[in-house]
């Protein structure tokens, strides 16, 4: 990666640099990592004068966010970052401007715990703000993958992931209220995995 670039932007998701590339999120000013691993998805938002939160269930995964964000961001509380699982997040309700949960949600075990999770994501997000998702779904592989039960799969690449599609994710937009700000995308890996990234907004009160 060109060194400039990697300074401004970090290990950065594409699909979330492509948003930041858009202009999407230049109003906001609270930012969540839900599932934040080490912090490569807010490298750009520490740097950029945002206030950064995040929450990971790997202990060690938070510790790197918290000195990445005491490197990047100094004023930035540590205390943003702390160690929980998605569906039960400390945070109030309607804290934050944007949300990324990427790579998460399919690792549901069944729909209740998806639900759980996506509800918890829905109610700290401000109403007009951003609800940035990735995750495995069967779009495109459909007849690749294989039911285990609760909603789960064996996928071609030997993983097991919760996995949904282009309906699911159309009803549950339709059932929060949602509108999306980007088409429901979906990238096919080889057709071993697909990956389908799914932005909401929350419509203004």
Not at 2 to 26: C, E, M, P, S
Not at 77 to 101: H, K, Q, S, W, Y
Not at 126 to 136: D, E, S
Request: proline share 2%.
């Amino acid at each position: 990666m060109n060194n400039t670039i990697a300074a401004a932007f970090g290990n950065i998701d594409i699909y979330v640099f492509d948003q930041l590339l858009k202009g999407t999120f230049d109003h906001c000013r609270t930012v969540l990592d839900a599932g934040c691993g080490g912090g490569r998805n807010i490298h750009y938002f520490l740097k950029n004068g945002y206030e950064v939160s995040g929450i990971d269930a790997d202990a060690n995964a938070i510790e790197q966010a918290k000195a990445l964000s005491g490197q990047l961001a100094p004023n930035n509380l540590t205390a943003n970052f702390v160690v929980g699982r998605v569906e039960d997040m400390p945070f109030e309700a309607a804290t934050f401007d944007l949300v990324i949960c990427s790579a998460v949600l399919h690792f549901a075990r069944d729909t209740d715990h998806f639900e759980q999770m996506l509800q918890a994501l829905w109610r700290v997000l401000r109403p007009g703000g951003y609800l940035f998702v990735r995750l495995a779904s069967d779009i495109g592989i459909e007849e690749l993958v294989q039911s285990i039960g609760n909603g789960r799969y064996l996928l071609p690449d030997g993983t097991e992931r919760y996995l949904v599609n282009q309906q699911v994710l159309v009803g549950y937009t339709r059932a929060l209220g949602a509108e999306l700000y980007e088409p429901i995308k979906t990238t096919n890996v080889s057709n071993l995995r697909c990956m389908t990234t799914w932005c909401l907004r929350k419509k203004q009160e």
